[in-house]
């Protein structure tokens, strides 16, 4: 079984804080992927990677950043935590083995941003 | 235009019903199409992937016409445990990144 585990469940921040959310994937999955989901809006692409070190922006990446220093994890940094940033975030891992590709999520973290 | 658009329900139906969810996409170099399922406050998770010549897994059955541009999920006797929210998903050819519909909200009632 594919495993994505994210560091925290829920988390609580102050408006300016640096906050990290960390997800490992235990399937030596090359593709990783951070969302977050609100309501009405569905999921949205933040960033990804297709490799170590590697890195692309999503649909919405201003106030955020990542870092892949090795496969197995794909950190979601918010240099400075704003209000806005209060969501659900998920991580996702996929192999990179053709059209049939699908992604895995983790269980997700709850951020409230004060 | 929306690039996957669902109907976000909610769907009210009693167990043992049969429901079908609709799901159109805008991009025509689409290439693979995937119905997940997501329990509240839970994670998505890969219910099905969709295959041109459609197919069935147990009371789910999947369709695709790529013509229209349009996906569809079938439940059969439906079950409590049903109950969840079901998003559509697609994939650019050559891309690894998906793109989710907002969902689809299913309720199942005894």
């Known amino acids: 079984d594919v495993k994505v585990t994210q560091s925290s469940r829920y988390l609580v921040k102050r408006t300016g804080e640096k906050v990290f959310l960390e997800c490992v994937q235990d399937?030596?999955?090359?593709?990783m992927f951070w969302y977050r989901q609100d309501p009405g809006l569905g999921l949205r692409l933040i960033y990804f990677s297709y490799d170590v070190k590697m890195k692309e922006k999503g649909d919405i990446p201003e106030g955020y950043s990542v870092s892949r220093e090795k496969k197995e994890r794909f950190s979601l940094i918010l240099e400075s935590a704003s209000t806005n940033q209060t969501s659900m975030y998920l991580c996702a891992s996929s192999p990179s083995d053709g059209d049939q590709e699908t992604q895995y999520f983790g269980p997700g973290t709850r951020l409230l941003v004060l | 235009r929306k690039e996957v658009e669902q109907d976000p329900g909610p769907f009210n139906v009693p167990e043992g019903a049969t429901v079908a969810f609709n799901c159109t996409y805008s991009n025509s170099a689409s290439q693979s199409f995937f119905w997940y399922r997501q329990d509240c406050r839970k994670e998505p998770k890969l219910l099905m992937s969709v295959y041109s010549s459609g197919n069935e897994d147990g009371r789910f059955t999947a369709q695709l016409n790529r013509a229209s541009q349009y996906i569809s999920l079938l439940i059969r006797d439906s079950k409590l445990s049903d109950s969840a929210t079901y998003l559509c998903?697609?994939?650019?050819?050559?891309?690894?990144?998906?793109?989710f519909g907002k969902g689809t909200m299913l309720l199942v009632s005894p």
């Open positions: 998903v697609v994939r650019l050819s050559g891309y690894s990144t998906l793109t």
């Open positions: 399937m030596d999955h090359e593709n």
